[in-house]
């Protein structure tokens, strides 16, 4: 079978890494960011192992049984088709015939007072503070984790304190809670999401112990890996707005859900993404004669909304049609 599971995908120890501001001066950040470069110039994923970044209780309280994902998605159709956006991709999905998924977004999911809009829309009346909470909590913890290794992939093409600082104010969190209902005995695979890319900077997925999610290694041409996730860790992805920014070194991998069993698979996704109105171009360090720009800049938004437009939505390389300057660049 010609993506029959064969690649694999590096796994990196985050053991003794501080908070996002380190720095460049601290050997051990040094070595990680070195490994998650690779990691992401190669793959574009990696899996991020940081044991005790996030309790167990909490962990438990988000994707365990009775948790805040399985309250959230067991709720009517007609309670979770209220989370709407006019933006593609940022509110409910599902009753799509044939796809076992099903998925809602917390936009800023950092502001508590965002997670208790959204609580307020599924839950009119009561609300539901359990659930703010532990979700809120919880975006927090792993925020922490999308800001390191941003901090790595900026740190490693060159950019500056100042461009750092400035790309923070300009990022927005999406998270993305989804539950993949399992085919049973009946049927041996499933495709849980189709095949794509993200438009993100970074996505960082944890998930209930059902594996699922299966990744293209080596840019392409080094096979789907299914990662084993550990409990502790993190699956990383790059997504295409990292691709342009470093001008190519990070890949933006395709990435699809596979289903198998009879447990039900529960995943949480925090994306990091330019403000709609932020134009997307490479960094002026990874721009020089023999390095010319390969994407020409756009604006985020627009962007997006390219990628959700019906003709678009199965394509494989939507970044190359739609700002590619060379179209095999
Ligand atoms: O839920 C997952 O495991 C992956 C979902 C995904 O790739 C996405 O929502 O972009
Ligand atoms: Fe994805």
Not at 148 to 153: A, D, F, S
Not at 221 to 230: D, F, V, Y
Not at 240 to 269: C, E, Q
Not at 290 to 298: G, L, M, Q, R
């Amino acid at each position: 079978m010609a993506d029959s599971l064969h690649g694999s995908i590096p796994r990196i120890d985050f053991a003794g890494i501080g908070p996002a501001a380190a720095g460049a001066s601290d050997a051990k950040w040094a070595a990680v960011r070195a490994a998650v470069m690779d990691a992401l110039c190669e793959h574009g994923c990696f899996e991020a192992v940081m044991d005790g970044l996030i309790a167990p209780e909490l962990s438990a309280a988000v994707l365990g049984p009775g948790g805040a994902l399985e309250t959230l998605l067991s709720l009517p159709v007609s309670a979770k088709a209220r989370n709407t956006s006019e933006k593609p991709y940022r509110g409910y999905v599902g009753s799509v015939p044939g796809l076992p998924y099903e998925s809602l977004a917390i936009m800023d999911p950092l502001s508590p007072d965002a997670v208790r809009d959204f609580a307020d829309l599924m839950w009119p009346g009561t609300g539901n503070t359990a659930f703010c909470k532990s979700m809120h909590a919880y975006a927090e913890k792993v925020a922490l984790v999308e800001a390191v290794v941003r901090r790595m992939v900026l740190e490693s093409v060159g950019a500056t304190a100042e461009y750092i600082e400035e790309q923070a104010k300009a990022t927005s969190f999406k998270l993305r809670l989804t539950e993949y209902a399992a085919p049973g005995a009946a049927e041996a695979r499933v495709t849980g999401l189709p095949a794509h890319r993200d438009t993100s900077f970074l996505a960082v997925l944890t998930q209930n112990d059902i594996d699922g999610v299966e990744v293209e290694c080596g840019r392409g041409e080094g096979g789907w890996a299914r990662p084993a996730l550990s409990p502790g860790s993190f699956l990383i992805f790059a997504g295409d707005t990292f691709k342009v920014l470093t001008n190519g070194r990070v890949f933006n991998p395709l990435h699809r859900v596979v289903m198998a069993g009879d447990k039900t698979r529960y995943s949480s996704i925090l994306f990091s993404s330019p403000n709609d109105d932020v134009i997307v171009r490479a960094i002026d360090e990874r721009v020089d004669a023999e390095h010319p720009a390969a994407y020409k800049p756009f604006e985020y938004g627009e962007y997006v909304v390219f990628c959700y437009t019906p003709e678009m939505l199965q394509h494989p390389k939507k970044l190359e049609a739609y700002a590619a300057v060379l179209v095999d660049g």
